[in-house]
């Protein structure tokens, strides 16, 4: 059904009013009319009555003496008169006897418009004047009877006729029409006069009021209570109601204000609440929830409102899989706090479980009437399951932890060492029944940094984390543990954080004793600087020794001196006496140089029979110096100038030394050692069994290394380098790589040896220059092989790089530009590093090493085992392969230290799971031993020397056959 539409009383009032004013001027004029009209009729029927009267007397006279003339005239007359329509004179026969319409004479009255006969015998009955009147034609009919003359010779007869008159009343009413419309029109003048001031006083006095209140009423229904009261001076009771109405209208928008705060007051901690919160009334149905319930319940606050709590706060018990008692109901029926205890399961309104725990109390008004309960609940399933978790796996966690090799220790904030394993008792000595705990900070732990340096705890692994809440890895510490024994430990450290903690509450420190590894690293180190023979310095660590020396001349201006002893004849004296009783006469000789040498001062062998006595701070005169200088050789060669027992015989032996001076020296120490032997060249040429000083003579072939250097400027540009690829080979002796070896052949020189150029290109900026087109001719080399279907899956390409290349600051983006442009695969490439260039910069190299392993280049270390081969260093570079020198490789089979070493750095690399590959092998027995210890691939004259890379890629081409190629 629909519902009327409202009318607005500001318009319905009005309307009304002026609906009534113009239904009483409507019904005043109708009765004005309808009484005007019952004038007009009775002014009408006097009319006639006396019309009637004067021709009864005047016409009836006439008629009755026959004077019909006289009769019609004067029927003539009175038909002059509009309102007349109709005059007749009937006879007795009902004939028209006289009428005002010719036409009418002597034809039947009933031919006279509105003529009754029935009235007209009436009247002949009667003899009395008859008037009718009909208001439908608005016309009166008078019939008054006449006595007509008689006939001669007849009696008088008594009425024999009648005179019939029709009046018209249409006439005299049309008259009235404008007459009643003047009166109407000033009549609703006058009305509408009345109604506009009524309307005015109307709108004025109640429409204004009531609009003003309707408006506020509705700014009211809309929630709008701002502070404008309603305009209205008046008086009377509208004023009252107004005055009223502004202070209902404040008094409610207080309220509403007071109630709006608390309820938003309200609503806002409902909404800051972790906890979930339901409230109810007093029969236990739903009246207000916050975010956090509507998550837990699945319940949305609108759905909720009105439902019985118990609808949507389903609780069983977690291991029974029971119901638990509602505990609204139970503080309700209680009208006491109830809390439900642990294992207590919330199944939401999608099926989602959450353990919980909850509290239920009731609520009182001022009076202590119970209005309903207030449910606070939250969500402790990660708490529920971690304690179920942890209790389930603390045995098999104590299991593992306690099986574990590696000590694990949990240090809490004040640095207490809170819980340890078997492992970390054992490894530092702890003891388990002491009465207090051991402290991270206060006990003495006697630790040391890999250089011998005290550790301080404030700077051991887990303090650290403990303050900044970063982990730390692979930080070697040495420790004194139990018994006393040293232990060198490699230790992470990982903080533990509370849920919404930064700052962490414990660190969990796991170590691993690697003892073992650090006396090997030793060991290599050891051997890697020392002659495995001798125990002297080898050249590497020479070369180090030298370039200290000359460090300390250039701060004291001092002059040095560097003797290059070489035995005469010693090649004689293997080939006479064996290798072992020459490696016994090294020995000897090795020990007489370090007894004739000033304490502070070097001896070194530079390999073979060949060492050398590096002289400091020999004083700023030149001259002076090198008599010093001589009387040392001279020692030396007095000392060796003599005859050995090798065998149970005599084996005499002699010296060449050669000696130059150095006090601010500009050459790198390998180029200066060739000043020396030149002068050792020098005496022996002289005879042997004597000493040279460098004389500027042999400038000569200073000048030459210039202009050998100039030319290798050239080279470069005129296309002058060659690459050569030497085979690597796998256990099975398959081609499974190469390495890019660089060769120059000189326009006039010939054949330049490696070893002669390739240290000037380091010395200067051209190795960057060089090493640069090496790589990039080994990615377009690559990429054409691959494209060519020459490269077996897994070969891979090794190029040297020299440390000064590596450490240019493009050198990363160099080579990515190359891989780029050649479209070679990254993979395909294996850069070879050497650990000089790793050592003060291990972050810098791990760094660019990390940037281009992630385009896929593998990296091996090469010379391993001769220079600085540091545990911590391997672990931290990102390495796929270990190249063992050639120098350990030649006499492994001979000599057992060598062999050590080989040993060491295969099982090493095989615990960092890095290859090893041998180089230099040149000998079955060599191959044999090595491939027996489990070094992966080999690579030396015994499988091919260096080929040109024409020569090396029809190899590639022979080994895309049926078969693979292999050494046999």
Not at 220 to 232: L, S, Y
Not at 319 to 339: C, F, I, K, W
Not at 425 to 440: E, F, K, Q, V
Not at 834 to 863: C, P, Y
Request: charged share 25%.
């Amino acid at each position: 059904m629909i519902a009327p539409r409202a009318f607005p009383i500001s318009h319905g009032l009005p309307l009304g009013l002026l609906l009534v004013l113009v239904l009483v001027w409507g019904g005043l004029s109708v009765y004005r009319y309808y009484a005007w009209n019952e004038q007009v009729l009775r002014q009408g029927l006097e009319q006639v009555r006396a019309d009637m009267a004067r021709l009864e007397l005047t016409l009836g006279r006439d008629v009755a003496r026959g004077d019909w003339d006289r009769a019609e005239q004067a029927l003539t007359w009175l038909k002059v008169r509009p309102s007349v329509k109709t005059l007749a004179v009937i006879d007795a026969a009902g004939q028209v006897a006289l009428a005002t319409e010719i036409a009418w004479k002597g034809q039947p009255a009933i031919e006279v418009p509105h003529f009754d006969p029935a009235a007209f015998q009436q009247v002949r009955e009667q003899g009395q004047l008859l008037v009718l009147t009909d208001t439908a034609s608005r016309h009166i009919h008078a019939y008054s009877p006449l006595r007509l003359a008689a006939p001669a010779g007849e009696p008088w007869p008594a009425w024999q006729g009648a005179l019939f008159l029709g009046y018209d009343l249409r006439r005299d009413q049309a008259a009235l029409g404008p007459v009643l419309l003047r009166e109407s029109l000033v009549f609703a003048g006058a009305l509408l006069l009345v109604a506009l001031a009524l309307m005015g006083l109307l709108r004025r006095q109640v429409i204004q009021p009531l609009g003003y209140l309707t408006a506020a009423a509705r700014r009211i229904a809309v929630g709008d209570f701002d502070d404008r009261d309603i305009p209205w001076r008046g008086r009377g009771e509208f004023s009252q109601l107004v005055t009223a109405f502004n202070r209902m209208r404040q008094q409610l928008r207080l309220t509403i204000e007071q109630l709006r705060a608390r309820e938003k007051h309200l609503a806002i901690t409902l909404r800051s609440l972790g906890d979930a919160v339901i409230v109810t009334d007093a029969g236990g149905r739903v009246q207000r929830m916050n975010p956090v319930a509507e998550r837990l319940t699945g319940w949305l606050t609108n759905q909720a409102v009105g439902e019985a709590v118990s609808r949507i706060f389903k609780l069983t018990d977690a291991r029974t899989r029971q119901p638990v008692v509602d505990p609204v109901a139970q503080a309700l029926q209680s009208g006491e706090q109830v809390e439900l205890g642990n294992h207590v399961t919330l199944t939401s309104r999608d099926g989602q479980e959450y353990q919980i725990a909850d509290n239920a109390a009731p609520i009182r008004d001022d009076e202590g009437v119970l209005q309903g309960v207030v449910l606070v609940f939250r969500d402790v399933t990660a708490q529920y399951a971690l304690r179920e978790a942890l209790r389930e796996s603390e045995t098999l966690y104590r299991t593992l932890v306690t099986a574990l090799a590696d000590g694990v220790v949990l240090v809490d904030r004040a640095g207490n060492l809170a819980t340890w394993n078997d492992s970390a008792c054992r490894i530092l000595g702890l003891d388990p029944n002491r009465p207090g705990s051991y402290n991270l900070f206060a006990d003495d732990w006697d630790a040391v940094r890999e250089d011998g340096r005290p550790f301080p705890a404030a700077e051991f692994p887990a303090t650290l984390a403990l303050n900044d809440g970063q982990p730390r890895q692979g930080v070697v510490m040495g420790v004194q543990g139990g018994g006393g024994v040293n232990h060198w430990l490699l230790i992470n450290a990982q903080p533990l954080f509370q849920p919404d903690s930064r700052q962490p509450y414990a660190v969990v420190v796991s170590f691993t004793d690697i003892s073992a590894y650090k006396e090997a690293e030793e060991r290599i180190r050891y051997l890697g600087l020392h002659d495995a023979l001798t125990g002297l310095p080898n050249r590497r660590h020479f070369y180090d020794r030298l370039e200290q020396a000359f460090t300390a001349a250039r701060s004291t201006n001092s002059y040095g001196a560097l003797l290059l002893v070489d035995l005469d004849h010693f090649k004689a004296v293997n080939d006479a006496f064996g290798h072992d009783s020459g490696d016994e006469l090294l020995i000897e000789v090795a020990r007489m140089l370090q007894a004739m040498a000033p304490s502070g001062n070097g001896v070194a062998r530079l390999g073979g029979d060949d060492f050398a006595v590096v002289l400091e701070q020999l004083g700023s005169d030149e001259k002076s110096v090198a008599v010093r200088a001589e009387r040392v050789a001279e020692r030396i060669l007095a000392a060796s100038d003599r005859s050995f027992t090798l065998q149970g015989r005599d084996c005499p032996l002699s010296a060449s030394v050669g000696i130059v001076l150095f006090c601010d020296p500009q050459e790198r120490p390998e180029a200066f050692l060739k000043r020396a032997e030149a002068a050792m060249y020098e005496a022996k040429s002289a005879g042997r069994n004597t000493l040279r000083f460098f004389d500027p003579t042999l400038a000569v072939a200073l000048a030459e290394r210039v202009a050998l250097h100039h030319d290798l400027r050239q080279a470069l540009a005129e296309e002058q380098l060659l690459l050569y690829c030497q085979p690597q080979l796998n256990a099975e002796r398959q081609v499974v790589g190469g390495e890019l070896l660089l060769r120059w052949r000189h326009p006039r020189r010939g054949a330049v040896a490696s070893t002669d150029f390739i240290p000037l290109a380091e010395e200067s900026e051209m190795i960057v220059a060089i090493g640069q087109w090496v790589i990039e001719s080994a990615c377009r080399r690559l990429a054409y092989w691959e494209r060519a279907g020459l490269l077996a899956p897994d070969f891979v390409l090794a190029v040297n790089v020299s440390p000064r290349q590596f450490r240019q600051p493009s050198f990363a983006a160099d080579i990515k530009v190359a891989l780029r442009q050649s479209g070679c695969d990254a993979r395909r490439l294996k850069l070879e590093i050497t650990e000089s260039l790793l050592i003060g910069e291990v972050d810098e190299a791990v760094v660019i090493m990390q940037r281009l392993k992630t385009l896929g280049i593998g990296f091996a270390l090469d010379d391993f085992g001769t220079g600085y081969s540091s545990l911590s260093y391997l672990q931290r570079l990102p390495l796929d392969q270990l190249k063992i020198d050639r120098s350990f490789v030649r006499d492994l089979v001979e000599n057992p230290n060598d062999a050590v070493i080989v040993e060491t750095i295969i099982a090493m690399g095989r615990q960092l799971r890095l290859q090893v590959l041998a180089e230099g092998v040149e000998t079955e027995a060599q191959y044999a031993f090595l491939n027996a210890r489990g070094c992966d691939q080999f690579q030396g004259y015994l499988f091919g020397q260096a080929l040109p890379l024409e020569e090396f890629e029809r190899l590639l081409v022979a080994r895309t056959g049926p078969e693979p190629i292999k050494w046999s």
